[in-house]
């Protein structure tokens, strides 16, 4: 498969090396011709405010909104989930979302970038040993939504259709198993 990594801000490097360990071709994408030649697309972990202004002025905001309306598979990791939420708590003046996952997410819930923290957690029924980083939780959860994941007694990993999104960052450890799960049990059974 070829994966795209949306690369406007944020660790995509990291998701580009987790994408080609899964065995997938990894793509930069940081134009709309990038993103129509990939089969599924990741947003990294960053910076959400400047993710969403870079991507309206690359062009890309009202393309990957499309994609996401025709059940095009995206994984958000932290920043990312933030930009599949469909609502934020504590964003900036009005701050936009590619949105898709209805949800409302919470920015910055578990503290400051000091309050970052590893944690084992379980995901999807197994053991996963992840990192936050100034990380949203999720605060309302839709009917339509799945919950993979909880930690503080939110949860911080969800899926709705072929929509992932994880408050934490798999792509900064070794443990592949969210990108796997993306991967198979998201992208393939499209
Ligand atoms: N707090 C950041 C934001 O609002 C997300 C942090 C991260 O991706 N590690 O975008």
Same mark, same amino acid.
């Given at each position: 498969?070829?994966?795209?990594?949306?690369?406007?801000?944020?660790?995509?490097?990291?998701?580009?090396?987790?994408?080609?360990?899964?065995?997938?071709?990894?793509?930069?994408?940081?134009?709309?011709? #990038?993103?129509?030649?990939?089969?599924?697309?990741?947003?990294?972990?960053?910076?959400?405010?400047?993710? !969403?202004?870079?991507?309206?002025?690359?062009?890309?905001?009202?393309?990957?909104?499309?994609?996401?309306?025709?059940?095009?598979?995206?994984?958000?990791?932290?920043?990312?989930? !933030?930009?599949?939420?469909?609502?934020?708590?504590?964003?900036?003046?009005? #701050?936009?979302?590619?949105?898709?996952?209805?949800?409302?997410?919470?920015?910055?819930?578990?503290?400051?970038?000091?309050?970052?923290?590893?944690?084992?957690?379980?995901?999807?029924?197994?053991?996963?040993?992840?990192?936050?980083?100034?990380?949203?939780?999720?605060?309302?959860?839709?009917?339509?939504?799945?919950?993979?994941?909880?930690?503080?007694?939110?949860?911080?990993?969800?899926? #709705?259709?072929?929509?992932?999104?994880?408050?934490?960052?798999?792509?900064?450890?070794?443990?592949?198993?969210?990108?796997?799960?993306?991967?198979?049990?998201?992208?393939?059974?499209?």
């Amino acid at each position: 498969m070829k994966v795209g990594v949306l690369a406007l801000q944020g660790d995509f490097r990291e998701h580009v090396l987790s994408t080609s360990e899964c065995g997938h071709e990894p793509v930069e994408v940081r134009t709309v011709d #990038q993103l129509n030649s990939v089969d599924a697309l990741i947003l990294p972990g960053g910076e959400s405010t400047t993710i !969403i202004k870079l991507a309206e002025s690359f062009g890309l905001l009202l393309p990957i909104r499309e994609k996401i309306k025709s059940g095009f598979p995206v994984y958000g990791s932290c920043a990312g989930m !933030i930009l599949l939420a469909d609502r934020i708590f504590d964003g900036i003046d009005g #701050q936009q979302t590619f949105g898709g996952i209805d949800i409302t997410v919470r920015r910055n819930a578990f503290g400051r970038q000091v309050d970052s923290f590893e944690s084992d957690i379980e995901f999807n029924g197994k053991s996963l040993h992840t990192v936050f980083i100034r990380a949203p939780w999720v605060e309302e959860v839709g009917p339509g939504v799945e919950v993979l994941s909880s930690a503080a007694h939110h949860p911080v990993a969800v899926r #709705q259709g072929s929509l992932l999104a994880t408050s934490f960052h798999p792509e900064l450890t070794g443990d592949r198993s969210v990108h796997s799960y993306f991967f198979d049990e998201i992208c393939k059974a499209r």
